[in-house]
Each structure stands twice: as C-alpha cells, then as structure tokens.
C-alpha cells in the first residue's frame, strides 16, 4: 500500500520537522497556504530520498523496446531517441515507446536484454560468442544487429518525480513506496533538511548525522526482515505484443 504526499506531510510536520519553519505544510493548520517555496524544497528533498530508496531496493522495473539497424551497434536509452518525439532532431529513433507509456529517462541500471524470440541473452560476458555489453549504465552494445529484429530491455526504474504544481491537492498524490519503507524515507528527508540548514553549524550537523544513521539502520531492518520489494523480470515474450 502506498502511502500519500498529505500523509508524508503530516507525519514531517508533526514529527521530525515539528520545530522547523519547512515542516509548516499543511493548510488546515495554517492561517493562509503554505510558501511554495516549501513545498519546493520539500519536494526536493523527498525526490532525492524515493529516488535512494529506488537505488538500493529493486522496487520497479521497466522494459523498452529497441528497433535494430545494422549500421548501429550501440543503442543509448535516451529519451531522445524516442519515436514519439517529436521535438527531437535525431535521424533515426530506434525506441519503440507509444504515447501512452513513454520511455522517460528513467533508467538505474540495465537488468537483462531479450531477443527478438523472447530469450534472454548473455551480458557483459566475454565468454559468449553472441553476448551484449553495456558500455554505460544506460546504454547496450549489440554486437550483431539486424534491420529486422528487435530487442527488449528489461531495467531498474528509478522513482517517478513529484513536481510542485499550484493547487496542487497532496491528498491526491500517491507515493510509490511500500510502508516497510515509509520510516527510511522520513530518516532521510530529516537528514537532508537539517544538512541544508547546518552551513558550520554544529547541532545541525550533528542532527542531519543523527537521521542519516537512522536512515541506514532502518533500511538494514528491512533488509534483515526481508521486507523489501525484489522486483522480478517479467515474462518478455514478443510473440505477447505482435512482434512475432
């Protein structure tokens, strides 16, 4: 169960923010809206704390389908070389992503490639004649490529941004973040706040260390309970979608 940006709020507001002036961020409480310039920089905050819990917890995986052209052997997982980017002045775009689910620059790292028949190639293997590498984290070199295959990539999302929008309702925005996690995220937005506000001065130092322990002993709970949530690779079969 994912847990929404007004609970997330309330619990800084009335826990580890309680005595700050950034934690002021719910409106019923409050004589007028809150700044925007808090919901910014609280966002900030909260943006780069889902993004970390993505980075170390398999918590979403994505796929991507790639046309092949036998004049390019490395293929970047850019949204530039979207189909349905219009805007973009590359001469070939070899993603095949759709209106309604674009690829979004949303790659951690490249999990598993598949061929045009749904079979999972070697990676970064130098023992197999036919294996791909990953020059980058968010690229793949395909050593053969033909004109008329595709192939999938199947890789670690990171978190979906929440960007401040005026009049935004936080009792309508969802956080894509199991509860088992929800304390690590609290931990590390804490740490953040009381970092930004320390610049030499030593309790705040002191406090943003203080959260960032709790951060990492709260994630080593989860860890050790096997809580989090291991993402799996899914059935990536081209003969689903019409490409067989």
Known sequence: MSITLMQLFKDLTYGELAQLSVGNLI???????????????????????????????????????????????????????????????????????????PFLDDVLKIEEVYDEGGNKLPMNDITEELSIYTPSFRSVQYPYPKNENIFAVQYRASAPRVEYVRGMNPDLIELDLPNSLHEALIYYIAHRVHAGMGQGISDNNQESGAYYQKFEASCKVVELHGLEVQGEPGDWRFDRHGWV
Do not use: C, W
Request: net charge negative.
């Open 27 to 101: 409106p019923s409480d409050l004589e007028s809206e809150p700044d925007p310039k808090d919901y910014d920089r609280i966002l900030t905050h909260i943006n780069l704390g889902m993004k970390e819990l993505y980075k170390r917890f398999f918590l979403l995986s994505r796929e991507i389908y790639i046309q092949q052209y036998e004049d390019i052997e490395v293929y970047e997982l850019h949204s530039r070389f979207n189909q349905t980017n219009v805007a973009s002045l590359e001469p070939v775009k070899y993603i095949l992503d759709t209106p309604q689910n």
